[in-house]
C-alpha cells in the first residue's frame, strides 16, 4: 500500500453522502490516493459487470481510491471513479460496495457531468443577473433617499445569488436520483441483489435523523437520505435476487481488504478494537501483521505474514506485503523471493511487479538488472502512473549503461508526476541519443509535443 496524488481538474459529481458545494467544484484541487494492488483488484472485479450492463464494458475506467476516512465517491470526469477509503472500510458487506459503484457508474452512463457543467453555467448565469438586477436597485435606490432602499437592493443581490445556488442544487439532486435508479437497474441485470444499497441508506438516513430538523433540504446538493431510502426500497423489494447473497470468496476478500486498510489508515488502539486479540480470523491476523510493521517491529510483522502464507499459501497479497516489509525494512535481497512469488500469482498486477523491480535493482547486484528492467517496464504497462516505477527504471538503465533509456524513464516519471517541463527537458535528451523513428523515440517524441490542454 502507498500513498500518491493527483490533480481533479475537472467538476465533481455523484458523492454518495452529503457534501457542501464549493469543494464539490474547486479547479485543480490535489487529492492524496492510496495505491494498493489487492483493494484495485477487488474493486475492479465488484465493477466490472456493472460497467458491462451501463453499456460501459469496452470503456477505460478507473476506480481510484482516496486516502480519506469519510463515507464518500464521486465522478470527477469520464473515466474516473473515486472512492473514498473510509467507504471501502465502512461497507460491511461487498454488496454495500457494489452498490455505491452502480451509484457512480449511473453518473457516468448518464453523462451527468457534461450536463452538470451546462447547469453551473446556467446558475452562474442565473445568478449574475440577480445580483445586477440586486445592485442597480441599491444604486436606485441610495440615489432616490428612500429609506431602506439601498439595503432591500443589497439583499435582493444575495438572493440572486442564493437563486442560482438553488437552482443549480435541485439540478443536482435530481441527477442523484436518476444515478440511484440506474444503479438498481445495473444491480438486476447482473443478478445482485440491492440490500446493500438500502443498508448504506438505512445507516445515512439514522445519520441525519437529528440534523434534518434544522436543515434546509432544498439548500442540499443529494436528497436527504430517508427520501432516497424509500425511494430504492420500493424497487429494491420487488427485485427477485434481492435476497440473494454475496458470494462467499468475496466475502472472505472484502474483509482482509477491510483488515488491511484499518490497519494502514489508523492507529494501533483503533486496530486493536476492531480486532481484538480473542479474534483469531483471517482478517484479524492480517490487521496486526500490518500494525506490527507499522509500528518499527518488522521481525514480528514477518513471522506473523509467514503465519498468513501457511494458511493460505496461494494469496498473493500475502507474498506481497512480506516483500514490501523486508524492502522497506532495508532487506531487498530477501524481499526478491516472496515478490517472485507474488507475481507468480498474480501476473497483472502491475503494483506488484514494479515492486519486484525496485527490489532487484536495490538488491546491488548488477546480474538481475536484465530481470529487473523487464518486471519494471511491464509493470508500468499496466500500471504507468506509477512514479517510483520510472525512477527504478531509470537507474537501471544507467547502472547498464544505456543513458539514453536512463533519460526516456526519467522523462515518463515527470510527465506521469505532472512536471512536464522536466518531462520534456529529459525527453529532449533522451532524443538526441536515441534512432530517430525507433519506438523509444516516438515515446521521447510524444513527450516532447505535449502541449497541456487549456482548462
Do not use: C
Request: aromatic share 6%.
Amino acid at each position: 500500500m502507498r500513498l500518491t496524488s493527483l490533480a481533479v481538474i475537472a467538476a465533481t459529481a455523484g458523492a454518495m453522502v452529503l457534501t457542501s458545494l464549493a469543494p464539490a467544484f474547486a479547479q485543480g484541487r490535489r487529492v492524496s490516493l492510496i495505491r494498493d494492488a489487492e483493494a484495485e483488484a477487488l474493486i475492479a472485479d465488484y465493477a466490472r459487470p456493472i460497467l458491462k450492463a451501463a453499456g460501459l464494458g469496452g470503456a477505460t475506467v478507473e476506480i481510484k481510491i482516496v486516502n480519506d476516512p469519510s463515507f464518500n465517491a464521486f465522478v470527477a470526469d469520464s473515466r474516473h471513479i473515486f472512492i473514498n477509503a473510509g467507504t471501502l472500510m465502512q461497507s460491511e458487506t461487498p454488496n454495500e460496495l457494489i452498490g455505491v459503484i452502480a451509484h457512480e457508474t449511473g453518473h457516468l452512463a448518464g453523462n451527468h457531468l457534461a450536463r452538470l457543467r451546462e447547469a453551473i453555467r446556467k446558475a452562474q448565469i442565473l445568478s449574475a443577473i440577480g445580483m445586477i438586477g440586486g445592485a442597480a436597485a441599491a444604486v436606485g435606490g441610495s440615489s432616490s433617499g428612500v429609506p431602506g432602499a439601498g439595503r432591500a437592493g443589497a439583499a435582493a443581490a444575495v438572493g440572486g445569488a442564493q437563486m442560482g445556488q438553488r437552482s443549480l442544487l435541485a439540478y443536482q439532486r435530481t441527477e442523484e436520483s436518476a444515478a440511484d435508479r440506474a444503479a438498481l437497474t445495473y444491480l438486476e441485470k447482473t443478478g445482485q441483489s440491492a440490500r446493500g444499497m438500502l443498508d448504506v441508506f438505512e445507516r445515512l438516513a439514522d445519520q441525519q435523523l437529528f440534523s434534518a430538523m434544522f436543515s434546509d433540504p432544498y439548500a442540499l446538493s443529494h436528497p436527504l437520505a430517508a427520501e432516497r431510502l424509500s425511494q430504492v426500497r420500493t424497487v429494491a423489494e420487488q427485485s427477485r435476487h434481492f435476497g440473494k447473497a454475496d458470494d462467499p470468496s468475496l466475502v472472505a476478500r472484502h474483509a482482509l481488504v477491510r483488515a488491511k486498510f484499518v490497519a494502514f489508515t489508523g492507529d494501533a488502539n483503533k486496530t486493536a478494537r476492531a480486532y481484538p486479540p480473542n479474534d483469531t480470523s483471517l482478517a484479524a491476523q492480517y490487521a496486526r501483521a500490518v500494525v506490527a510493521w507499522r509500528y518499527g517491529d518488522p521481525r514480528s510483522a514477518v513471522r506473523a505474514v509467514d503465519a498468513l502464507i501457511e494458511q493460505v499459501p496461494s494469496n498473493a497479497f500475502f507474498q506481497e506485503l512480506k516483500g514490501q516489509i523486508l524492502l522497506e525494512s532495508g532487506q531487498p535481497r530477501q524481499a526478491i523471493e516472496p515478490l517472485r512469488r507474488a507475481v507468480k500469482l498474480a501476473p497483472k498486477a502491475g503494483l506488484i511487479r514494479v515492486m519486484l523491480g525496485h527490489a532487484l535493482v536495490a538488491s546491488g547486484e548488477d546480474g538481475v538488472l536484465k530481470e529487473a528492467i523487464e518486471h519494471l517496464t511491464k509493470g508500468l504497462g499496466d500500471d504507468p502512473d506509477n512514479g517510483i516505477g520510472y525512477r527504478q527504471l531509470a537507474i537501471a538503465h544507467a547502472r547498464t549503461g544505456n543513458i539514453a533509456l536512463a533519460d526516456l524513464a526519467t522523462a515518463q516519471g515527470a510527465f506521469a508526476g505532472g512536471d512536464i517541463k522536466a518531462a520534456k527537458q529529459y525527453a529532449q535528451r533522451a532524443q538526441a541519443k536515441l534512432k530517430r523513428g525507433s519506438p523509444a523515440w516516438l515515446r521521447a517524441d510524444d513527450i516532447v509535443t505535449y502541449n497541456p490542454p487549456r482548462s
